[in-house]
């Protein structure tokens, strides 16, 4: 190379070299080569496979007969030998690099089969994306490939004929889903769960994020495919579809909930309770919620001198983060007066003393005056005489006592949900409390149990809300040592909790009871069907107001997504290098 170099700086020809030495002999010169220098950069190699071009520019400045010919490569003596051939790994959902492929071959030793993945854009476009934007989703937005669109929307389409065909091949996808544990969405489960939606079931869509037509449309078909099978009549075809379906779901499923967790699991602990501590608010913080609490006592007992505030939620059930508001709750006497009367004169009273961005919202199933204090920064939601919610915020605080596991994993999801986009009632996804009940249930189901049940114990406390006796036992002092003998880590619950609602929580039939401290069916609830707007797709049972779903708001365009991250959760929790980075990756809604 040195004399090569020499030779052209002096303005000779390189000396002749042996065409085929080493893996020089991929370029073979043309037939009557120029003596002069090249005037472009030579081709370069890049081992094994590829041959990079010189720039574009230099086709324009050489002859045809210039230009190098390049031979099909073959592999070099100096590589080591190629590696045994491994079998087809099963398709991510989408290729992102937070997920590492599956090792494994796919079950029975057979080729994968692409089928288990054949509803992607049903699941995408629940998502009111294009596959291509999934795969960046997936990887919390920065990765996996584009597609065009119009290629994504006839994928869609494919998918659709898909589902309308699959108990033809429900086999296959049987085989595809039990092999491919996290590495796929589980859409043939979803289409099956959605057999549970009540007849009548109209989707809200529009309000969600991105929702285009192409989702209406594969809504209708979702729609039409469900009602065909809840529809009565006797054994037709669609029936024996949808009962193929949902044995290919649950065997799927099935499959995916055996998947052990990774034995390594632990090495992520204390980075996870790292990032727990630094949730936390600061003692700061919590000075600046009490003077604002205190300023706001002072406006409310002008008007109303006899009025009681209780803090509630967040900032008083243990639960809060450095990012939660304020949520206060004035018990009064409101005489013949309406709430919303009482709430409309309350944000009078707070406007006329300064507090900013005061607003009465009075349809939401608990009014509220919303404001916020531009000197702390806090928002902050005043109720009135919503009792049960200053009764369910004792309770959360008393089960935060007795094992500290719960308020780690807790906070971890709320963060979690927070950064991806799935802690949104508004847009049909789970509220901070309804985390926090999945949490202490999971924590009660756990073998051995890390939480009792406190409300299936003796009642040591008691609180009559609108003749409803919020009653449990409240002593959580002398349970301290209760989840003693479950030695798991919070990186193994993280993970646990994730696969547990990706893959063994049964969407269609239980409903979660922190009250009872079990899973409890929705036909004892009566939570089979639709009540107004009430769908009780995912059931989360409150713990007092036991005619409460905070699941409610879950429709079936949200259920997916929300699966969709409990997999994507689990997932990375089981395969990524780094899972403290990853899992916590904000949703990316541009793309
Ligand atoms: P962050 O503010 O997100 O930190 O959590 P939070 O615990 O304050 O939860 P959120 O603001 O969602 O709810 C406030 C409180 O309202 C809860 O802690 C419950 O006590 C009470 N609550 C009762 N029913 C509901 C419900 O259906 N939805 C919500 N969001 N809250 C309810
Ligand atoms: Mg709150």
Not at 33 to 44: F, K, Q, V
Not at 128 to 133: D, E, F, K, L, T
Not at 176 to 192: F, H, K, L, W
């Amino acid at each position: 190379m040195a004399s090569d170099a020499r030779a052209a700086e002096d303005g000779g020809a390189p000396p002749p070299r042996p065409v085929a030495d080493g893996f020089l002999r991929f370029l073979i010169p043309a037939p009557k080569p120029r003596p002069a220098a090249p005037t472009t950069a030579p081709a370069r190699l890049v081992p094994p496979h590829r041959l990079v071009a010189p720039p574009p520019a230099a086709p324009a400045l050489l002859r045809p007969e210039e230009r190098l010919h390049i031979v099909p490569p073959t592999r070099p003596d100096w590589l080591p030998p190629p590696p045994p051939r491994q079998p087809p790994a099963p398709p991510l959902r989408s290729p992102s690099p937070w997920v590492r492929p599956r090792p494994f071959p796919p079950a029975f030793g057979e080729p994968r089969t692409r089928n288990a993945g054949r509803f992607a854009g049903q699941v995408n476009g629940a998502r009111g994306r294009s596959p291509a934007s999934v795969a960046h989703s997936s990887g919390g937005g920065r990765s996996g490939s584009q597609k065009p669109k119009a290629a994504a929307a006839h994928k869609e389409k494919k998918a659709w004929v898909a589902v309308e065909k699959k108990g033809e091949d429900a086999g296959d996808d049987d085989r595809a889903a039990v092999s491919e544990g996290y590495s796929c969405g589980d859409e043939t489960g979803t289409e099956a769960e959605d057999q549970l939606e009540p007849e009548g079931e109209q989707d809200t869509g529009g309000h969600r994020r991105g929702l285009d037509r192409e989702d209406d449309a594969k809504n209708s078909l979702d729609m039409a495919a469900n009602q065909e099978c809840s529809g009565g009549g006797g054994e037709r075809p669609s029936e024996l579809v949808c009962q193929s379906n949902q044995a290919t779901h649950s065997r799927g499923r099935m499959g995916r909930s055996q998947v052990e967790c990774r034995p390594d699991i632990d090495t992520f602990t204390p980075g996870l309770l790292a990032l727990y501590e630094s949730l936390k608010p600061s003692e700061e913080h919590k000075s600046k919620q009490k003077q604002l609490v205190d300023s706001l006592a002072k406006s409310v007992s002008k008007e109303w001198p006899n009025a009681q505030l209780h803090l509630y939620g967040s900032c008083a059930n243990s639960f809060g983060t450095s990012h939660s508001d304020v949520d206060v709750c004035l018990e009064m006497e409101i005489g013949t007066a309406s709430t919303v009367e009482v709430l409309l004169r309350l944000a009078d009273v707070l406007r006329a003393d300064n507090f900013d961005n005061v607003e009465a919202i009075t349809s939401a199933r608990v009014p509220i005056v919303k404001m916020s204090d531009s000197g702390s920064g806090f928002s902050c939601d005043i109720c009135i005489n919503n009792l049960f919610a200053v009764a369910n915020t004792k309770l959360l605080k008393d089960y935060a006592q007795i094992d500290q596991r719960l308020l780690q994993l807790a906070f971890l999801v709320k963060h979690w949900a927070k950064l991806r986009g799935v802690n949104e009632t508004y847009r049909g996804t789970l509220s901070s409390y309804a985390y926090v009940l999945m949490c202490i249930n999971f924590l009660q189901l756990r073998e051995p149990k890390i939480l009792p049940c406190l409300q299936a114990m003796e009642q040591t406390y008691t609180m009559n809300v609108d003749g409803t006796e919020c009653a449990y036992f409240d002593e959580v002092h002398q349970l301290q040592y209760f989840g003693a003998e479950n030695k798991e880590s919070i990186a193994e619950l993280l993970w646990a909790f994730f696969h547990f609602w990706a893959f063994h929580h049964d969407y269609r039939r239980d409903v979660i009871s922190v009250r009872t401290g079990s899973t409890i069916s929705k036909q004892e609830k009566n939570w089979t069907t639709r009540v107004g707007n009430d769908r009780h797709l995912m059931c989360i049972e409150d713990p007092f107001e036991t005619g409460h779903d905070l699941g409610r708001v879950v429709d079936r365009q949200t259920i997916r997504i929300l699966r969709e991250e409990f997999e994507r959760a689990a997932a990375v929790l089981q395969y990524n290098d780094d899972p403290c980075v990853a899992l916590f990756e904000p949703y990316d809604y541009e793309n």
